[in-house]
């Protein structure tokens, strides 16, 4: 089962700030938490990731909290665009120790709105 | 830009049919995986593989096998489809251990 927790769906206007929460309260001191957001009908797409900094790349920013027990996704500028469903993964180290897969749970709907 | 392709976008299938799913990446990535997603469930690992030849049991293994002969294809093969392996499969690629994974489109499946 995924590690995470995520609301099922948010609702955000456009040109606002959408702020996607995220638990994971067991997160190991080596897991990474990555994010990836799905548009209806096409593969899954890498937003960001990080360990325990904060982090910012052109598409959002993350933010970690002390403990590593939550993190936030932002996206500072929501466009119509951006509704999709958002997935906050913890990486797992894979059973044959060292190689690593990804597991995704439900995931948070976004819809942005005029 | 990394690109994963997927042999075939929709399939429909009848139950008992074997059926290969084939997914191509050309950025020389060790790591290819196989989900299926479903409504309601997000996405479920069935395989992953890390190296040519190599492959690991994701979530959901059962009812599936892979291959991968070369580095560049990893194929998802239903030995006898059934119907509650209709859904939604999505491959991806990934260079390392750390790092983006670049999904292909999908390939929806019907199982009749």
């Known amino acids: 089962d995924a590690k995470t927790t995520q609301p099922p769906s948010m609702d955000c206007a456009e040109g606002r700030a959408a702020n996607l929460p995220c638990n994971h309260s067991?997160?190991?001191?080596?897991?990474?938490v990555y994010w990836y957001r799905q548009i209806h009908s096409q593969g899954p797409q890498y937003i960001i990731h990080?360990?325990?900094n904060n982090e910012t790349n052109e598409m959002a920013s993350l933010i970690i909290t002390e403990g590593r027990k939550s993190s936030t996704l932002i996206l500072p500028h929501a466009t119509l665009r951006d509704t999709a469903v958002y997935y906050c993964?913890?990486?797992?180290?894979?059973?044959?120790?060292?190689?690593?897969?990804?597991?995704f749970g439900a995931g948070t709907r976004l819809a942005v709105h005029p | 830009d990394v690109k994963v392709t997927q042999s075939s976008r929709y399939l429909v299938k009848r139950t008992g049919e074997k059926v290969f799913l084939e997914c191509v990446q050309d950025m020389d990535h060790e790591n290819m995986f196989w989900y299926r997603q479903d409504p309601g469930l997000g996405l479920r690992l069935i395989y992953f593989?890390?190296?040519?030849?190599?492959?690991e049991k994701g979530d959901i293994p059962e009812g599936y096998s892979v291959s991968r002969e070369k580095k560049e294809r990893f194929s998802l093969i239903l030995e006898s489809a059934s119907t509650n392996q209709t859904s939604m499969y999505l491959c991806?690629?990934?260079?390392?251990?750390?790092?983006?994974?670049?999904f292909g489109e999908g390939s929806r499946l019907t199982v009749l």
């Open positions: 067991t997160i190991s001191g080596n897991e990474y």
């Open positions: 993964i913890v990486r797992v180290q894979g059973s044959s120790g060292g190689y690593n897969k990804l597991i």
């Open positions: 593989s890390y190296d040519v030849k190599m492959k």
């Open positions: 990080g360990l325990k």
């Open positions: 991806a690629s990934r260079l390392g251990g750390v790092g983006e994974l670049f």
